[in-house]
């Protein structure tokens, strides 16, 4: 699917209007909402083309794979098929499924291609917290309340770049390193692209590799960063 494809299949949604790849409730294991009680949506389409990406089945939106509720959550393995819903919609659904949490994780694919104002209206008058992971590569449409975790995708195969907006608006910059050049990338970025002064900035392992986790740790420690461990891959929980 062409970039040009994907972006208008996204179009073609009215706001409000959302295709969802997954719902399911869990606990937050990245980031500064490391442990909270979390409902995740993840929504389908995303550009960026990140190598290593680990949900590159909802990279595409193909009409093709639109399918009833039902199905969509029942999947078992990783498959681009998703169900149309729309915010009324979607709160409907944490409540047939009887989930508890109140912290909302918007993931993706790439949310920010989606106007999420409709559903931060929806879901924040029913008393949810919303939380966006995005790569920071488009406008972030959404409440001021809405906690913006960027984790910026520097360099990428779909040729797109980090905005300076996307940057400014973050509560929260989670970036994967491995090696001092991810550092170095890292306070490039932050030059190019000021973020606020209440910003958190975490650096997050990649892999979970020693090495990666020394130098996340040391480099936290000298700057005042927080560490981010993706404690569900320890725990090997979704
Ligand atoms: S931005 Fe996220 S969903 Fe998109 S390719 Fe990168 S890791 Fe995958």
Redesign the pocket.
């Known amino acids: 699917m062409t970039d040009l494809s994907l972006a208008s299949a996204v179009a073609s949604y009215a706001p409000g209007v959302y295709p969802v790849n997954e719902l399911f409730e869990t606990i937050q294991g990245e980031g500064i909402y490391t442990g909270q009680p979390s409902i995740f949506l993840r929504l389908q389409g ?1 550009p ?3 190598p290593w ?1 680990d ?2 089945h ?2 595409a939106l193909e009409q093709s794979d639109a399918a009833p509720y039902g199905e969509v959550i029942a999947k078992t393995e990783p498959s681009p098929r998703f169900v149309v819903l729309n915010a009324a919609q979607i709160l409907a659904k944490f409540h047939e499924r009887g989930f508890t949490a109140k912290h909302v994780v918007i993931t ?3 949310p920010c291609m989606y106007d999420l104002n409709p559903l931060a209206e929806v879901l924040e008058a029913a008393g949810y917290q919303l939380q966006i992971e995005t ?1 920071g590569t488009f406008p972030i449409q959404t409440s001021a309340k809405t906690w913006v975790t960027v984790s910026p ?1 520097l360099d ?1 195969p779909g040729g797109l770049h980090v905005l300076p907006e996307a940057m400014a608006r973050a509560n929260e910059i989670k970036h994967p390193i491995a090696m001092e050049k991810h550092i170095e990338a890292l306070d490039a970025l932050l030059a190019r692209c000021p973020v606020a002064e209440h910003t958190v900035i975490a650096l997050q392992p990649i892999s979970q590799r020693p090495r990666a986790t020394e130098l996340a740790i040391k480099t936290c420690i000298e700057r005042n960063w927080r560490l981010s461990v993706q404690m569900h891959k320890y725990l090997a929980i979704e």
């Open positions: 995303c960026v083309g990140c990406c949900t590159q909802t990279w993706g694919g790439e790569s995708k990428m």
